[in-house]
Nanobody, 125 residues
Framework: QVQLVESGGGLVQAGGSLRLSCAWS????????MGWYRQAPGKEREVVAI????????YYANSVKGRFTISKDNVKNTVYLQMNSLKPEDTAVYHC??????????????????WGQGTQVTVSS
């Protein structure tokens, strides 16, 4: 069983930065993918960024490429999402997610096996 706890959301002005953290507990093996989804009111859930436990490049949604960076610290059992140059359209509840399949969580067509409680990010114009 994997548990995920997010932190770091808040209110920021457009152009500003925030860093989200996702602390995990439980066993994660090399096939896993972990990352961030977001959902804004009235919009569909969107995959934001996913990182793999295997060597390779992280996945980013086109809407955040060049502005967001996902990383992980295996000592602290934490995945981070550094969000720079934030825009009002980035406003959403951000959820940390994990799944035993990197491809499954990257596609975002099914609910990941493990899901955090979410943290609100609000970007004012």
């Amino acid at each position: 069983q994997v548990q995920l706890v997010e932190s770091g959301g808040g209110l920021v002005q457009a152009g500003g930065s925030l860093r989200l953290s996702c602390a995990w507990s439980g066993r994660i093996d090399s096939a896993y993918g972990m990352g961030w989804y977001r959902q804004a009111p009235g919009k569909e859930r969107e995959v934001v960024a996913i990182i793999s436990w295997r060597p390779g490049f992280p996945y980013y949604a086109n809407s955040v490429k060049g502005r967001f960076t996902i990383s992980k610290d295996n000592v602290k059992n934490t995945v981070y999402l550094q969000m720079n140059s934030l825009k009002p359209e980035d406003t959403a509840v951000y959820h940390c997610a994990a799944d035993p399949s990197f491809q499954t969580i990257r596609r975002g067509t099914s609910t990941p096996a493990y899901w955090g409680q979410g943290t609100q990010v609000t970007v004012s114009s």
